[in-house]
Structure formats: structure tokens, C-alpha cells
């Protein structure tokens, strides 16, 4: 994909820091063909499973964390169809997702939350003719799309019957963007907080009547995929901290090739899991990989850091050191957060 390559090593630094190319990072993706990857070919896809999404994201991520994480959000929505009972709203979004004539997002942390214990539904759902009607938020959902976006959320509802999971154009009744929020770093990422005002949602519009029970088959996908993120920022950052260690002939090449050796040690572990359904079951094994992974990267960038020395605090001096400690910085926060893992774990400190 040298056309991506290219594209993303002249706007990597913009996109962490500004919006001014937030609306051409999905034609960008798409156009190199990567929400494809891992979709069944009778979907319209390029074949593969959620492995290969996984290492296609991680490769996005090794470039800029914000055109990845734009990657996750998108190619999650597309797993929910994929993996939704709902034949009917697969054939009609899947085709634009594809396409990017549409964007997907996942708003799906408070949800993750909820299955856990640690929050509450916010989007509400009252009965209605035909349908029912929703109301409520969801806070720094990504990859919405100025131009157009269809984004996940979990509604519970207000007659008792199970929560669900529903599909909710931008362009209803109803439904308003907030402007960007004002982040640190991958200001590129189009995230906002979607406002629900009295929205109507139709059976055509759901994709799974019962998110208790759902949402842990696809949670293997949601989590895995997200851990492309860390696995590519990872990489980078070893990649960079060997690269400027060898040119010095330091002391740091082993510790590099030790962590380097652990990153690729819990890849391997993530793949294989995601691969037989282990994750489906063994959760808890999930979530302290997500954990082990977020410790490497900011491992990796600590390392990069005492690889480059003072020249990591020199502007004249950046190959992106800069982005990649921002970047790191969201790691951790990204929910679940390392924080919420930790908790669900039962760990401290």
C-alpha cells in the first residue's frame, strides 16, 4: 500500500494536532482497500477473519495511532453487521461502510462498561408504535464523520424488556453532532459527543435485541482489534529506539530486542486466541492481554526516549517521537481503560 504509506507519513504529525485532514482519513483507508480485509468474500470483502484486521490495523498504527483508531471504530461497526442477526440492516450498511460512502462508529464504550458492572446504560428506549424512541448521549464516540456516519449504541429500555443494540444515522430526526472535542492529540479522529433527542428506531434498525447476550460474542473482535492499536504504536516505537541504538552503539539494543521478543510473544498469544474462540470464553485472558499490551507501548516509549536522549526534546531533532508520546498517552485511557481492566481483574496499584 505505498499510496497509504505515503499519504500517512506526510499528514501523521496533522492528523494528532489538527482537524484540517480529519475528512479525508476514511477515503484514504478505503481507498487502500483495508475495511475489507478480514470481511467474507460473499459480504464483499477480501476474505480472511478478524486476525487479519487485527495485524491490518496494527500496520496503520505503526504510521499514525489517529487514521488507526479511525480504522478500529470503522471496522468494528462492521463486525457488529457481520456478526448481527439482523440479514436485512447487514445487506443495506455494509455495502457503504465498504464503500466509505458512509462512516461506521462504535459507540459502544459505555456499553463494554455496562457489561462489566461499572456504568449504567445512557441512551434510553421508550416503546412506540412500530419501533420505540431514544433518548440520551454518547460521549467520545470517533470517526463521526462530517459528511455522513452511522454509529452503534446500546439502549436500555424503559418496559423492562433486554437492552439492545441499534444502528443510528446521522442524518435522522433527532440526532445532533456535537463539534469536535477539544483533545490533546488525534484531533484527526472526528470525535464528538452524539446527542439523541426523541429518535425513532425500527426494528430494520436494530442489530441485536439483546445486548446482554451479544455483545460478549463480538467483545473478542472489539478488543482484539483495539489492541492493533498498541501492537503497531509498539512496533514503531522499538523500531525507532533500535534503529537510533544501533547508529550510537549503546547499551539499550538488548533491552529493545527483550521487549521486542514480549511484544511479538503477546501478539502471537492474541491471534491465537481471537483465532479459536478462546477469548469467547476466557475473558479475563483477554483483558490481561489488552493490559500486557499497553504496558509494552509505553515500555517502547520510554525506551525511544532514553534511546534519543536530549534530542527527544529538540524540535529540530523529531521523527515523530513527539506524536508517538501523545499517542501513548491515549492508550491507556482508551476505554475499557487500563484503570477499568485493572478494576474488573480485581488488581490494584
Partial sequence: MPFLQTWLQAHADTLDTSVSHAEEVLPVLVRSGLPRIGVPTTNGGDGGDT????????????QSLTAAFVLWGHRTFIELL??????????????????GTVAGATGLSNAMKFLSGMEALRVMAMPAENGCRLDGSLAWASNLRKAGFVV?????????????????D???????????LDLLGLRGSNTATVRIEDVFVSPADIISNDAQHWLPTVRPAFLGMQCGLSIGLARASLRHAAAVSMRSRN?????????????ESSVSQLL???????????????????????GIVQQALMLELQALGGNAYLNTSQTGFARRWREAAFIPILTPSVTQLQSALGLHG
Wanted: overall charge neutral; aromatic content about 4%.
Fill in 51 to 62: 486476525r487479519d484486521a487485527i495485524l491490518a490495523i496494527s500496520a496503520v498504527a505503526e
Fill in 251 to 263: 547499551q539499550m539494543v538488548k533491552q529493545i530486542e527483550n521487549l521486542e521478543a514480549t511484544l
Fill in 82 to 99: 457481520l456478526q448481527s442477526p439482523n440479514t436485512a440492516l447487514r445487506e443495506r450498511l455494509l455495502p457503504k461502510l465498504l464503500s
Fill in 272 to 294: 491465537d486466541g481471537v483465532g479459536t474462540g478462546f477469548f469467547l470464553t476466557e475473558t479475563r485472558s483477554l483483558f490481561r492481554l489488552r493490559l500486557v499490551l499497553a
Fill in 152 to 168: 452503534a449504541a446500546a439502549v436500555a429500555s424503559t418496559d423492562s424488556k433486554p437492552a439492545a443494540v441499534v444502528a443510528l
Fill in 170 to 180: 446521522s442524518q435522522a430526526s433527532g440526532i445532533d453532532r456535537t463539534p469536535d
